[in-house]
């Protein structure tokens, strides 16, 4: 059950990035819906769960964006190690945990990007962390924040979490 | 479910590998992206199904959005667009003069005819995965022909270059981006310069002569020197010449002829001078020549 899931992510998170987000952008900066899924399995998942869904993602992410072929697969694959890591040490994972988690993650991320500009222009790498990192943190956090609220209120997730953790 | 479900062994052996290929990455980066780009080509093209079924779904939402709902101030657009094509009709009876002249001029000096580039169409199906790039998606492949650097181009001007290949599908890199460069020149001055992408999503022309004779208005054009485009093609208009005290050169933003934001169908430059290659490979003794019978 979770091996189909988890194939039909791969199939359609990253043609829904790719062709209908641009409709919806904030400043015009999307969400990156493959981090946001990313993060959920991890945390739902596991670790291993959250890096080998990362790694292939990020891949697929790489293969259609003009940008080298390593930043997404390094950065989605370990925010999902990390959100599976932070998944079996919480308690509780709430909404509100998520929204500050899945930020954070996000900016984390996003360092990962500003990394690869191999630049030494601070005044560059400030720009492109406040005018596209920040908002797309924003706009993750509260994209998975709200998935996890409508995943929560249909099902139960503690079976999940508890059974089927790696 | 069973598939990932894994002993505290295997979940290491993930982790350890990960960080092998993280190693990898850093120590031979460009290796590994040659392998990287190898193994993935099966992965583009699997993802070029649903990537084909989303941008059509995409299209048919556009069409209905704007054949029915935004419709809106049409008619101030068609009476503007009508006086815009009087406009046009007029200069295009003037080009055609001076085309006939220059026909004339070129035949007395026996100019060589230029030839039209070798291009490929296709069409956009999406926009590039991640938000730090200016790209789109194309339909077309390496099994089309397209390969990595070829130019893009639409009857507009430029639009980019294709800087990734998969079978079925391409990543072109949008003109405004700022990692991109095209050599270009100002149609008027013919003086010469390097078109980059700004920040802003908009294009700078750089290096342009101190003495240059250049003022908004004036249109910036492909000089074919370097890369994958022809001379001549429209690049964008000058908007804003700027120059810094103490600067050797001045620049100019440029608003493209082409809308980025609008992009359906696009062509592909293949071979940029089809007549030059096409000589080259008539000159006995080249590399990669085949001797004709």
């Known amino acids: 059950m979770k091996i189909w899931l988890y194939i039909a992510l791969l199939l359609t998170v990253i043609p829904l990035q790719t062709t209908l987000l641009h409709h919806v952008t904030v400043l015009d900066v999307r969400p990156d819906l493959g981090l946001v899924v990313v993060c959920l399995v991890g945390f739902f998942g596991g670790e291993l769960d959250g890096l080998i869904i990362g790694f292939i993602l990020g891949w697929s992410q790489d293969i259609m964006s003009a940008g080298e072929l390593w930043v997404n697969v390094v950065s989605k694959g370990g925010a999902g190690f990390v959100a599976g890591l932070a998944g079996r040490h919480l308690a509780h994972i709430t909404p509100m945990v998520l929204l500050i988690g899945l930020g954070a993650i996000s900016c984390l991320s996003s360092l990962v990007f500003v990394y690869s500009m191999k630049t030494s222009d601070w005044d560059l790498m400030w720009h492109a962390f406040h005018s596209k990192a920040l908002i797309q943190a924003v706009l993750d956090a509260f994209i998975g924040a709200g998935a996890y609220w409508l995943f929560a209120r249909r099902w139960v997730t503690d079976p999940f979490l508890q059974q089927d953790r790696l | ?293």
């Not at chain 2, 809106?72 to 503007?80: A, F, K």
């Open chain 2, 1 to 293: 479910m069973a598939i990932l479900r894994s002993t505290y062994g295997s979940k290491r052996l993930a982790v350890v590998l990960f960080a092998l290929l993280l190693a990898a990455l850093f120590l031979l980066p460009s290796q590994s992206q040659g392998v990287l780009q190898f193994l993935g080509g099966p992965i583009g093209q699997v993802l070029s199904v649903p990537l084909e079924v989303f941008s059509s779904l995409d299209r048919g939402m556009t069409e209905i959005w704007e054949g029915y709902v935004a419709l809106r101030g049409i008619r101030e657009e068609n009476r503007q667009l009508r006086k815009q094509l009087e406009f046009v009709q007029g200069q295009n009876n003037q080009l055609r003069e001076a085309t006939v002249a220059t026909q004339r001029l070129e035949a007395l000096l026996d100019f060589k005819q230029k030839s039209i580039p070798d291009m490929i169409a296709a069409q956009v199906i999406g926009r590039d995965a991640t938000n730090w790039y200016r790209g789109i998606i194309l339909n077309k492949g390496e099994q089309n022909g397209v390969r990595a650097e070829m130019g893009v181009v639409t009857p507009a001007g430029v639009v980019g270059r294709v800087v990734k290949t998969t079978s079925s599908s391409s990543v072109v890199l949008l003109m405004t981006d700022p990692n991109n460069a095209i050599a270009a020149l100002v149609q008027g001055t013919r003086d010469e310069g390097i078109v980059e992408g700004t920040r802003s999503g908009r294009a700078r022309m750089k290096y342009i002569p101190l003495l240059s004779t250049v003022h908004p208005g004036d249109r910036v054009i492909t000089s074919g020197l370097t890369g994958s485009f022809p001379r001549g093609l429209a690049i964008g208009v000058m908007t804003h010449i700027q120059q810094e005290e103490g600067d050797v050169f001045r620049s100019a933003e440029l608003e493209p002829e082409v809308d980025m934001t609008k992009l359906d169908e696009v062509l592909v430059i293949r071979s940029p001078y089809e007549e030059a290659e096409a000589s080259k490979k008539m000159i006995p003794g080249m590399p990669g020549e085949k001797r004709k019978p």
